[in-house]
């Protein structure tokens, strides 16, 4: 399994960015993924997770809510993060997870390469 992410860069505060993941090996519509983040001296956070296998449970943290969006498309087997007025507190190496089965009960199987986005003030 390999999930391969993509859409990093050095952004403007206010601008947007569009994160994407792409897997192989795994269908991912039958499994919860979701977004982690990690800035320079601080610990890792998850900022955004999706449940699979047809449910439909979405979770933000407080962090991100109401600017970023997590999506998936089954066709292209792509896991998406659309974030929006992007803040210098948004830097950080981002990377996509897929769990073990439908839903975060099952833990953190397959980690991405991690895309790193840099917000200057």
């Known amino acids: 399994v390999q999930l391969q992410a993509s859409g990093g860069g050095l952004v403007q505060a206010g601008g947007s960015l569009r994160l994407s993941c792409a897997a192989s090996?795994?269908?991912?519509?039958?499994?919860?993924f979701a977004w982690f983040r990690q800035a320079p001296g601080k610990e890792r956070e998850g900022v955004a997770y999706?449940?699979?296998?047809?449910?439909?449970?979405?979770v933000y943290s407080d962090s991100v809510k109401g600017r970023f969006s997590i999506s998936r498309d089954n066709a292209l087997n792509t896991v998406y993060l659309q974030m929006n007025n992007l803040t210098p507190e948004d830097t950080a190496v981002y990377y996509c997870v897929v769990a073990g089965g439908s839903s975060c009960e099952h833990g953190v199987q397959y980690w991405g390469n991690g895309t790193l986005v840099t917000v200057s003030s």
């Open positions: 999706s449940s699979g296998g047809g449910r439909s449970t979405i």
């Open positions: 090996g795994i269908t991912l519509g039958n499994f919860a």
